[in-house]
């Protein structure tokens, strides 16, 4: 038995939820997310509670159960609430601007690099070099500052480079020079 796939998923007020033909839809004040839910996996919607199980026991079901309720609870979580994720930029000359939907990076390169930001996702700087980004859709996000940390990761014997807020760096010893 899944620990998390049989956990109830709350709905909060203002959310509207509608299970139809395989298809799973949130809206709410921050907008509205879909997605296609497994043929293995039921969806029960009452009494404000959203509760996932298998139709039929076996290897593949179980292992979607607990991922299903997982990507529905965040979907809920993301039209109701919202998800942040900060980056952070370190070095000496490395930093970002906003311009509309575009972050312009200046990382040591000899150019500056252009990032669009797709849409469902706003991104806010801080003293150029805090970068938050929000939206809706976590998976989303996640791929974003994904993307966005691969532009310069953090390297390990200064930390320079983009990394997650949260993250901390394992900084090496240099060489030493032989005497």
């Known amino acids: 038995m899944s620990r998390i796939g049989k956990k109830p998923i709350p709905i909060p007020d203002k959310i509207k939820v509608l299970y139809k033909d ?10 509205s997310l879909s997605r296609p839910i497994h043929p293995l996996i039921e969806l029960e919607i009452k009494d404000g509670v959203v509760n996932v199980s298998m139709k ?3 290897r593949v079901s179980r292992s979607l159960w607990g991922l299903t309720r997982s990507l529905v609870a965040n979907m809920v979580t993301g039209v109701n609430k919202g998800f ?3 980056l952070e930029i370190n070095g000496i000359g490395y930093r970002a601007t906003l311009s509309g939907n575009r972050i312009v990076f200046n990382l040591g390169y000899s150019h500056p690099i252009d990032f669009d930001l797709p849409d469902g996702i706003s991104a806010a700087i801080d003293k150029n ?3 938050k980004l929000s939206g ?10 994904a993307a966005i ?3 310069r990761p953090p390297e390990p014997y200064k930390g320079k480079g983009i990394k997650y807020a949260e993250e901390y760096i ?3 010893a240099g060489k030493t020079a032989a005497r």
């Open 22 to 31: 395989g298809i799973f839809t949130v809206e709410g004040q921050k907008g």
């Open 56 to 58: 039929k026991d076996g």
């Open 84 to 86: 942040e994720r900060v």
């Open 129 to 131: 070099n805090i970068i």
């Open 136 to 145: 809706i859709d976590k998976e989303k996000l996640g791929h974003i500052s």
């Open 149 to 151: 940390r691969r532009l």
């Open 170 to 172: 394992h900084k090496k």
